[in-house]
């Protein structure tokens, strides 16, 4: 049995699938198509198993987005591998008038279905009290009641998939032929069918569907054309009549006694936090806390993590035989898994307050303010969820874009995302700042730091608005955006949801930064330990009569051994190799080789800088990343590397490069060509650069 969830957005639907199929599923491609299609397996009632196939969400069956258009083109296309013998709709018990017009349009196709009322315990909670019996009656379908987040009537869902095999004959919300009966009549008897509605959705969409031919399309085209077909006028006439009827179906069966006081508060609310002034003043004010926090808060948990890895690197020369794998251990793979993971408590700040401002409903009203905004530079409000999902990485907000209209509002905000400043730069930032700028704070609230931090995403976020306002003049394209978006209740967030997506998000960047970090502190370090030919012999002989006399100080001629041998190993060549290109920039040739490895990952260069620094040596005082970036000086002017114009010149360098290998490949997979990944990496990297200039020489 194949089984189709269906229905509007943020109904609780992926939850639903995830509760039906477990671990048991996967994701593919629709065919010939990008678009994500979800399929898992799960077991019924009597013994029955079911593949449950998790279709995007939409309003209506008519589309305004590729993901969108997904819908229909599945549930009407009989030979489509993903062709359901049931539909799930699965509707918000707390918004159930809008979610049924999506019901009425799907059972009018005469596919058999059920529905399932999700989310009905925060219905009641707001004081929404449903009539699921005398629903299903009036439908003539099966309703279920359930909360699949607390996992709350699944059994009964299970048990009525497998009994379910009616087609609803009670849902006759609109006669189709009210709007186009002799263009229907004319589809009906071209392509074969008996459906009205089913006629009427080819006359809109034939032009999407791919199971038709060309010349198939031109005479679908063609009998559009004999009858004056007008496809908008008519789906908002199709849409006036559906919500009339729905009217009549609710009538007796939603009883809210809570909605007076839901909506006022809300609109009190909304009267503050989307003004034209205080909106953005209060958006600002809730930037300047979560920066404050990352600093504040996370320098407790940062200290530990940094002194037990300092431990465990002491403990470890001190009790393990000397050698190249203890080298490799210590100085290769724990420096550079210590430089990320010391990071992790700030991350965990920053992703807790993201997944707060969206549980809570605020971030939505931060995407209607920057609608305006963001149509001045070439973008539509929807350009927005993307942009600030790029806080925590580009990947899955360039995917996220699909569900932009507009293919130039789409292009644009692809070509632009990566320039929000993602999780992957803070700790880059973070270690860099630490450095240059003193921990004070300022009236005795701001930290220094944190203003600091705050200005460099606030950096990005501008450079992101006027390169596509650039772009709004080179791409050209004819059609028009629009933004129409729904704005939620207010509610208070789940706290396991925030703890949940915390720990997710913190994993994530553990294993999959800590993967390439780890391999790169390996490469890194078998570099940095061998050089060709004979050189590290030679720095042995030249420093052997030294280290034989008892009066000098052996731990500064082993620095000094250590340091000779670093710039003539592997990567100390070809970290001079680059050093003129990036000199003007403030850089040495260590920052150079930190710069090639980032273009794996950009949290690499912490990683990089542990391995290079703990290969390096030292002084016997200055044990921590930070310490021996602080402490490392110029070899020609014998000045410190890491001034505030070499600082800020790298920080905005990462600010503005494009250095990460999965953004170029999920580009490339996104707009099905290399033409744009190939110039977003060339046009971000030379902005990188100019950027990086021009800071340093103002600066120094």
């Known amino acids: 049995m194949k089984v189709a969830l269906v229905g509007n957005p943020n109904t609780g639907k992926s939850t639903l699938f995830n509760l039906l199929t477990g671990l048991n599923q996967k994701v593919g491609n629709f065919p010939g198509i990008t678009v994500d299609k979800k399929v898992g397996y799960c077991k019924l009632a009597e013994g029955r198993t079911a593949e449950i196939i998790?279709?995007?969400?939409?309003?209506?069956?008519?589309?305004?987005?590729?993901?969108?258009?997904?819908?229909?083109?599945?549930?009407?296309?009989?030979?489509?591998?993903?062709?359901?013998?049931?539909?799930?709709?699965?509707?918000?018990?707390?918004?159930?008038?809008?979610?049924?017009?999506?019901?009425?349009?799907?059972?009018?196709?005469g596919l058999p279905m059920l529905l399932v009322l999700n989310m009905t315990d925060m219905a009641r909670k707001e004081g929404i009290h449903i009539n699921v019996n005398m629903l299903a009656k009036r439908l003539g379908i099966q309703v279920v009641a359930m909360s699949a987040r607390k996992n709350d009537g699944l059994e009964t869902l299970k048990k009525a998939l497998a009994n379910t095999t009616n087609i609803s004959t009670q849902i006759n919300g609109v006669d189709a032929n009210l709007f186009a009966s002799e263009a229907i009549s004319?589809?009906?008897?071209?392509?074969?069918?008996?459906?009205?509605?089913?006629?009427?959705?080819v006359l809109h969409q034939h032009e999407h569907l791919t199971f038709f031919t060309p010349q198939e399309q031109q005479e679908i085209e063609a009998?559009?054309?004999?009858?004056?077909?007008?496809?908008s006028k008519l789906q908002g006439a199709e849409t006036v009549a559906r919500y009339r009827y729905l009217s009549t179906v609710l009538t007796d069966v939603i009883f809210d006694t809570g909605a007076e006081r839901k909506f006022k508060n809300t609109d009190k609310l909304d009267r503050i936090l989307t003004h034209k002034f205080w909106g953005f003043a209060i958006f600002l004010?809730?930037?300047?806390?979560?920066?404050?926090?990352?600093?504040?808060?996370?320098?407790?948990?940062?200290?530990?993590?940094?002194?037990?890895?300092?431990?465990?690197?002491?403990?470890?020369?001190?009790?393990?035989?000397?050698?190249?794998?203890?080298?490799?251990l210590l100085d290769g793979v724990v420096a550079g898994?210590?430089?990320?993971?010391?990071?992790?408590?700030?991350?965990?700040?920053?992703?807790?307050?993201?997944?707060?401002?969206?549980?809570?409903?605020?971030?939505?009203?931060?995407?209607?303010?920057?609608?305006?905004?963001?149509?001045?530079?070439?973008?539509?409000?929807?350009?927005?969820v993307p942009m600030i999902g790029g806080l925590a990485c580009a990947v899955p907000?360039?995917?996220?874009?699909?569900?932009?209209?507009?293919?130039?509002?789409?292009?644009?905000?692809?070509?632009?995302?990566?320039?929000?400043?993602?999780?992957?730069?803070?700790?880059?930032?973070?270690?860099?700042?630490?450095?240059?700028?003193?921990?004070?704070?300022?009236?005795?609230?701001?930290?220094?730091?944190?203003i600091a931090l705050m200005f460099m995403y606030l950096v990005g976020i501008a450079a992101a608005v006027i390169v596509a306002w650039l772009m709004k003049f080179l791409i050209k394209a004819k059609e028009k955006s629009y933004f129409i978006m729904e704005l939620p209740v207010y509610r208070m967030p789940r706290w396991k949801n925030v703890a949940l997506t915390v720990y997710e998000k913190s994993k994530t960047f553990i294993f999959?930064?800590?993967?390439?970090?780890?391999?790169?502190?390996?490469?890194?370090?078998?570099?940095?330990?061998?050089?060709?030919?004979?050189?590290?012999?030679?720095?042995?002989?030249?420093?052997a009569t030294a280290l034989a006399d008892t009066t000098q100080n052996t731990d500064h001629i082993n620095s000094l051994i250590s340091s000779e041998k670093l710039e003539?190993?592997?990567?100390?060549?070809?970290?001079?190799?680059?050093?003129?290109?990036?000199?003007?920039?403030?850089?040495?040739?260590?920052?150079?080789?930190?710069?090639?490895?980032?273009?794996?990952?950009?949290?690499?260069?912490?990683?990089?800088?542990?391995?290079?620094?703990?290969?390096?040596?030292?002084?016997?005082?200055?044990?921590t990343i930070r310490e021996r970036m602080i402490a490392s000086k110029n070899s020609v002017t014998g000045l410190p590397i890491y001034t505030f114009a070499t600082g800020i010149s790298l920080m905005l360098f990462y600010a503005f490069a494009m250095q990460c290998m999965s953004t170029v490949a999920v580009v490339y997979r996104e707009t099905k060509s290399w033409k744009w990944p190939m110039i977003q990496l060339v046009y971000m990297t030379a902005m990188a650069y100019v950027a990086a200039l021009v800071a340093y020489q103002f600066l120094k």
């Open 186 to 201: 004319a589809v009906k008897q071209k392509i074969n069918i008996d459906n009205d509605y089913y006629a009427l959705q």
């Open 337 to 384: 898994l210590g430089g990320i993971v010391i990071f992790v408590p700030q991350i965990a700040i920053l992703f807790a307050f993201i997944s707060i401002l969206e549980d809570t409903g605020y971030m939505a009203r931060v995407t209607f303010m920057m609608d305006k905004m963001m149509s001045k530079v070439g973008l539509s409000g929807k350009s927005v």
């Open 512 to 543: 999959e930064a800590g993967k390439v970090i780890i391999a790169i502190s390996i490469v890194l370090w078998v570099m940095a330990s061998f050089g060709p030919g004979d050189r590290f012999e030679k720095i042995d002989q030249k420093y």
């Open 54 to 109: 998790d279709l995007p969400g939409t309003y209506s069956l008519y589309p305004k987005s590729k993901d969108e258009g997904i819908v229909f083109q599945v549930l009407a296309d009989k030979s489509n591998s993903s062709y359901p013998d049931i539909i799930v709709l699965v509707a918000d018990a707390t918004n159930l008038r809008r979610n049924l017009l999506l019901c009425s349009q799907v059972a009018d196709l």
């Open 397 to 450: 907000s360039i995917m996220a874009a699909r569900n932009i209209e507009s293919w130039k509002d789409r292009m644009i905000t692809i070509m632009v995302t990566p320039l929000v400043s993602c999780s992957a730069r803070l700790p880059v930032y973070i270690l860099i700042i630490s450095i240059i700028i003193p921990s004070e704070s300022v009236w005795g609230i701001i930290n220094k730091q944190a």
């Open 223 to 231: 009998i559009e054309k004999e009858f004056g077909f007008e496809s």
């Open 568 to 623: 003539n190993s592997y990567v100390g060549i070809l970290g001079h190799a680059i050093e003129p290109a990036i000199r003007p920039l403030g850089y040495d040739w260590k920052i150079g080789i930190a710069l090639i490895t980032s273009f794996a990952a950009r949290e690499a260069f912490v990683g990089t800088m542990a391995t290079i620094y703990s290969v390096d040596g030292g002084d016997e005082d200055t044990g």
């Open 285 to 328: 004010l809730i930037l300047f806390v979560i920066f404050n926090a990352i600093f504040s808060w996370a320098s407790y948990p940062m200290d530990i993590i940094e002194g037990a890895f300092g431990w465990l690197t002491t403990v470890g020369h001190e009790r393990l035989p000397d050698g190249l794998l203890t080298d490799l």
